[in-house]
Nanobody, 123 residues
């Protein structure tokens, strides 16, 4: 059974930083692209960032470019999302996801999902 577990969420003031982690266990997904998505209250889930399985390729939503960085751990079974210059509009539940095939920005392309971690940014 594949499991993705997010951690690192919390409450932070605007302008602050958080680092989210996503640990993958079970089936060896280290060779698969992974992504981060988020869902704010009353809104649908939206793409945040994605990374190739080697970590050499990344993609970001326009609203996080220059502020967020996605990376993979050395063992490739952990993915991180470094979030800097956080804004109140970044408040959401953040999910990590893994997929088979190439890197994608599409929620529908991802097969495996974590339960999410809450990020709250106060003004």
């Amino acid at each position: 059974q594949v499991q993705l577990v997010e951690s690192g969420g919390g409450l932070v003031q605007a302008g602050g930083s958080l680092r989210l982690s996503c640990a993958v266990s079970g089936r060896a997904l280290s060779a698969y692209p992974m992504g981060w998505f988020r869902q704010a209250p009353g809104k649908g889930r939206e793409f945040v960032a994605a990374i190739t399985w080697r970590g050499g390729g990344t993609s970001y939503a326009d609203f996080v470019k220059g502020r967020f960085t996605i990376s993979r751990g050395a063992a490739q079974n952990t993915v991180y999302l470094q979030m800097n210059s956080l804004k109140p509009e970044d408040t959401a539940v953040y999910f990590c996801a893994a997929r088979l095939g190439g890197m994608s920005n599409s929620e529908a392309a991802y097969k495996y999902w974590g339960q999410g971690t809450q990020v709250t940014v106060s003004s």
